[in-house]
């Protein structure tokens, strides 16, 4: 592994390496259509909405979900194949 494909790997683990980050990555993987409302997903983990988007944020701009509109919710689906880039990159 070269030194630039360590440092993009290292700054997508470091967008998963918070425990709320991966407790929202397997809410919206186990949510049905495997996407989930941002609204539905603060209840479950017991944080506030702000820190819910805050969280949801650092893992859209790692590519690590994505992020779609609908109407007046923001709904979000795992980027499946960013996932297989982390795996492949560490096995």
Known sequence: MDRQTAEQLAKLLKAVADPARLQLLALINSSPGKSACACDLTQPLGL????????????????????????????????????????????
């Open 48 to 91: 506030s909405q702000p820190t819910v988007s805050h969280h949801l944020k650092v893992l859209k701009e790692a590519g690590i979900v994505d992020r779609e509109q609908r109407g007046t919710w923001a709904w979000f689906s795992i980027n499946q194949s960013r996932l297989q880039q982390i795996a492949q990159a560490l096995a």
